[in-house]
């Protein structure tokens, strides 16, 4: 439980634990949030009547579903299927689909409510939600991947829709996936609906930038921190987990700002390269062959690959995890601030537990949460929903500059939200506050529903 949690949220926190019992992530999730309300509550006595943070943490609605397919052997496998719609009061549900074999309820429980919080401060008009499926890509042919595609939509196209809810990739879903999905979506519903998923191909209604939004805008918003701190990327060593999609396209730039990426990881281990990551081997590698890191020594004749380390080991300035949930815990951040990393920023979604994240406050690490750091790739999916609603297709460069100005924006508003609540310099008060007070405003004005 953090530290700040006061006699009301407290209170609170024991009720959510009761109704969500054994949801780890969940519940996780919401005690941080708790934690930061405590003064937004006392100010805003109309939040506390209307029970708006009660209604925002119980989901608007989770369904669960059966996801049977064939193998190519044609051995029948059954999976579960998820989407959980958590909240509409800016917009129609939006937040990706995650295909791995430890997703759960709690889980894409969690990835909901945070996405809440991270659309409302992108400033755009969407709401958030999560689903997925415990189905493990890893391995699978083209033809299995589609067919388990298919079987998915065939249940959740009667949920979706682009007023209703609009999913997008998360890990283990990427453009194949978003093709075979929107593939059935349209066989099914007879309509070419662009906007009811993103993160589609650029011949088929995708939007230029969406690839790269995730990890441009954690670069950008790094930047800012280190502005903030009267510093600069230039000559940063930086470390980034995991080598996806928000991995790959946060070192490519994050280079391209000056700093340099000396380490990289995948589930099986770690890849350090003193002399700066080769992002084309790592796309080379991920996204064309789909393959282990350690091809990359093959590839480039440099770097060293250590099978099962701890990419927090290596020394830098700037950590930024970007592989999934509770990856980098308390010891990892004592760790990382003993080697004199001065910011971390979240490309994943919770990746530090609530004891690394006290580590990094109580030493003067600059930490932003990932609902503010990594919400560019969210924030690119809405002008990606605005090109298909109009019909359009933007530039690279405007649609960048456009990424970057969010980026700026979202760092603005948590900075300046926590120095008015009295915490400088703590982006997660400053995020979770100021992604609540827009949720919570909208949700009064809308009426107990
Ligand atoms: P990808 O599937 O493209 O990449 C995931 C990366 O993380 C891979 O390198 C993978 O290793 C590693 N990884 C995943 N799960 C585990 C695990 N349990 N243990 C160790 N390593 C793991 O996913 P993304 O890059 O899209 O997503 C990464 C994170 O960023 C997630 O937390 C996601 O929720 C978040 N995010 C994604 C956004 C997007 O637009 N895609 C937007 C905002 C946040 P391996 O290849 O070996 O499996
Ligand atoms: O966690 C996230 O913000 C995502 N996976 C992207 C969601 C989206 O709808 O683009």
New binding site residues.
């Given amino acids: 439980m953090p530290l700040q949690m006061n006699e009301d949220m407290q209170a609170l926190h024991q009720d959510i634990v009761r109704r969500n019992a054994g949801e780890r992530e969940f519940q996780q999730a919401v005690a941080e949030v708790l934690g930061s309300l405590g003064p937004v509550l006392s100010k805003h006595p109309e939040f506390r009547d209307n029970r708006a943070l009660e209604r925002l943490i119980e989901p608007e609605r989770q369904i669960i579903f059966r996801v049977p397919w064939q193998d190519d052997s044609g051995r029948v496998h059954i999976n579960r299927g998820f989407r959980v719609e958590s909240n509409s009061a800016l917009g129609p549900y939006k937040g ?1 689909l ?1 295909f ?1 074999p ?1 997703v759960n309820l709690s889980v894409i429980k969690f ?1 909901g409510f945070e996405q809440v919080f ?1 659309n409302a401060l992108t400033g755009m008009p969407l709401g958030g939600g999560k689903g997925g499926s415990d189905f493990d890509p ?1 391995g699978r042919s083209d033809g299995e991947v589609m067919r388990f595609c298919q079987s998915f939509m065939t249940e959740l196209y009667r949920h979706l829709g682009e007023y209703t809810d609009v999913p ?7 453009q194949r996936e978003i093709g075979y999905l929107f593939g059935q979506y349209k066989r099914i519903t007879n309509r070419y609906e662009s906007g009811v998923l993103t ?1 589609k191909g650029l011949d088929w209604g995708g939007a230029l930038v ?1 690839r790269e ?3 441009y805008g954690l670069a950008y918003f790094v930047q800012e921190m280190l502005r903030a701190r009267n510093d600069s990327l230039d000559g940063k060593t930086c470390i980034v ?8 396209y946060t070192i490519e730039k994050i280079h391209a700002l000056g700093g340099r990426v000396v380490a ?5 281990g770690v890849l350090h390269d003193d002399t700066g990551i080769d992002v084309t081997a790592v796309k080379q590698i ?1 996204e064309v062959g ?1 393959g ?2 350690d091809r990359y020594m093959l590839l480039t004749g440099r770097g060293r690959h250590v099978p099962g380390g701890s990419i927090w080991d290596a020394p830098c300035h700037v950590a930024l995890p ?4 509770n ?1 980098l815990n308390g010891s990892d951040a004592e760790t990382l601030v003993r080697h004199g990393c001065v910011v971390v920023a979240e ?5 530090a537990t609530p004891e690394a994240i006290r580590v990094f406050q109580e030493q003067g690490t600059a930490f932003a949460p ?1 609902k503010a750091a ?5 924030a690119t ?1 809405a002008l990606e929903m605005q090109q298909n609603a109009s019909r359009d297709a933007w530039t690279f460069e405007y649609t960048e500059q456009r990424l970057a100005e969010i980026m700026r924006g979202i760092h603005e508003r948590c900075h300046d939200t926590a120095a008015e609540y009295g915490t400088p310099g703590n982006y997660v008060n400053g995020a979770n506050i100021a992604g609540f007070i827009k949720v919570a405003r909208a949700m009064v004005a809308l009426g107990v529903i």
């Fill in positions: 990706g995650r791995h430890s990835l991270k890893k997008a990739g998360d890990i283990g879903v990427g993160g969406r939004a995730t990890g987990s995991g080598s996806g999609n928000v991995a790959i990289c990881s995948d589930s099986r991920k789909r282990p890191l970007c592989a999934t949930q990856e490309g994943a979604n919770m990746p990932g990594n919400a560019g790739g969210v999916s």
